[in-house]
């Protein structure tokens, strides 16, 4: 079985008296989703007297009242680490004798020895309690000697410097965690008696105290806070910001050395400033606020369009390194021209940028011939792909066409264009503009018209011709004047048909006729023929 992921294991012996409280903790160094508690390899449920619990990566289980069929071995598994202890509960108290084997001056064993744990659930101190030794005659007494080995250990330590005047003495203080036995003997000016040994062990742990506490940690806003608490034992602890228990994340990072605990908050904000970081270990706690120093700076874009505020985006992007600030703007285009402010506090500073340079690169045609009912592409290459683009033609904005945009190039896509679609056409870019020609060539009118026509008097008389596009308006003209609607003429239009229809003509209406669109004519001639009848 591995361990490698326990940072702190079970004691290999566990020794508790009847009726009391055993606590088993157990501290991991990555979380585990599987956890389990065994006792004698069966799995231990939480019951009224066993509650296992949970914080962070600290695993306990408590069994209170602890009676003697509890004992046992006791495993923790997380994954495929363990860890175990040899859990035993024995009697509470038990007395013992001994006679005096030395010369008769010679100070008595003291006779009845007894254990006093403290309540808490991780126990930092014992109590021992004798009673004198008993003599025949009184003997005289200068005071006792309590000494202390771990449970495994050979060697005895006495636990005071001076002997002990009174019957009972309280250890603490310990600077390790482990299972303790310990013995008294009593000592007076002719020596010491034979000792005697207090029946099983206790588990006693080091008293958690404050060795270095907290202090202020100053940070430039975008900077990293490191706050570090130092104990005079080795346990773990939770740390606390503005009341709230921090976990391990990406922007908080919690360490464990021995003694040293460590928490670093990265990025920290204007709104972390005066923030109260606590750290808790057992029943003492440190505290200290966190201060954030440096320039808090808002950055403005003033121009004729109004001021926004500047936030980093996919144009801009803010840059802070110790007292330098940046305002980094990419790929400038003239809409970036203009007033940028930074604001610090009540104090400003104003920079006006400048753009300059064209945004044409190449021109494709600067005139555009197309024929008709045929594709026009009006196109240009610029230095800025996102640069916005207008297109106008004779200075009005362009909406039936199609615009292409592909990177750089832009494209104003006419398809089928008509006489109608010649002219000027301006693609513009902020102050800068680049003007295009497009002539449409071929002819409005379709061939096969009959351009002579003879008729009689008081006959009606049609003229027709057939355009191109459905679209185009036509112009009559008679000897070079302009034809409007009347009794007399009647001008018609029907899909790609066009007609003048002439009612009774006279002798007066013979001539020429004329059909004008887009610069192009046809002209028609009306002869009348016979005499007109008259009354």
Not at 93 to 109: D, E, M, R, T
Not at 458 to 474: F, I, N, P, W, Y
Request: aromatic fraction near 8%.
């Amino acid at each position: 079985w591995r361990a490698r992921n326990i940072i702190k294991k079970l004691p290999r012996k566990t020794a508790v008296h009847v009726n009391d409280t055993a606590v088993f903790c157990v501290e991991l160094d990555n979380e585990c989703q599987k956890i389990r508690w065994l006792k004698n390899k069966e799995e231990v449920q939480p019951s009224d007297r066993i509650t296992i619990t949970c914080s962070g990566k600290q695993h306990t289980m408590i069994i209170r009242e602890c009676k003697k069929e509890d004992a046992g071995e006791i495993a923790f598994l997380a994954d495929e680490s363990r860890t175990s202890t040899q859990f035993t509960v024995t009697s509470k108290v038990h007395f013992y004798s001994a006679l005096l084997l030395c010369f008769p001056q010679q100070a008595g064993a003291p006779i009845l020895a007894v254990f006093s744990p403290n309540g808490a659930l991780v126990k930092t101190s014992v109590t021992l309690a004798w009673s004198p030794p008993k003599t025949d005659r009184p003997l005289p007494i200068d005071g006792y000697v309590v000494e202390r080995k771990k449970l495994m250990g050979f060697t005895w330590v006495r636990c005071h410097e001076s002997p002990v005047p009174d019957l009972e003495f309280t250890m603490s203080n310990l600077s390790e965690e482990a299972d303790y036995q310990f013995r008294v003997s009593a000592v007076n000016a002719y020596g010491q008696s034979p000792c005697l040994e207090f029946p099983g062990s206790v588990h006693l742990a080091p008293i958690v105290a404050v060795k270095t506490p907290l202090t202020t940690a100053e940070v430039v806003p975008g900077g990293d806070a490191t706050f570090t608490v130092d104990l005079t034992t080795t346990c773990s602890g939770t740390w606390y910001l503005n009341g709230k228990v921090l976990q391990e994340s990406k922007t908080c990072i919690i360490k464990k050395t021995q003694t040293t605990h460590t928490l670093i908050i990265k990025n920290v904000t204007k709104n972390d400033d005066g923030a109260e970081v606590k750290f808790v270990a057992g029943n003492v706690d440190t505290s200290t606020n966190m201060r954030v120093r440096g320039i808090y700076f808002d950055l403005c874009f003033s121009s004729s369009k109004g001021t926004v505020e500047i936030t980093a985006n996919k144009k801009f992007s803010l840059e802070d390194k110790g007292k330098v600030h940046k305002l980094v703007a990419s790929a400038v285009t003239k809409e970036d021209e203009g007033t940028y402010t930074c604001k610090i506090g009540d104090d400003t500073l104003t920079f006006d940028l400048k753009v300059s340079g064209k945004l044409m690169v190449k021109i494709w045609h600067e005139v555009v011939s197309a024929r008709l009912r045929e594709e026009a592409k009006l196109q240009a290459e610029l230095s800025d792909a996102d640069a916005a683009v207008k297109w106008l033609k004779d200075g009005k904005e362009l909406k039936k066409f199609s615009l292409e945009d592909k990177g750089k190039v832009h494209k104003l896509v006419a398809s089928a264009v008509t006489k109608e679609d010649e002219g000027t056409y301006t693609c513009k870019i902020g102050d800068d503009t680049l003007t295009f020609d497009l002539k449409v060539s071929g002819d409005v009118f379709e061939s096969g018209v009959k351009n002579e026509v003879k008729a009689a008097p008081k006959r009606d008389v049609m003229l027709s011709c057939e355009v191109a596009q459905g679209t185009t308006e036509v112009k009559w003209y008679k000897e070079g004047k302009l034809i409007t609607s009347s009794k007399k003429f009647k001008v018609e239009s029907e899909g790609k048909s066009r007609r003048l229809v002439l009612s009774k003509v006279e002798e007066k209406d013979a001539g020429e006729y004329t059909c004008e669109a887009a610069g192009q004519k046809l002209t028609f001639r009306i002869n009348i023929t016979g005499k007109s009848d008259t009354p």
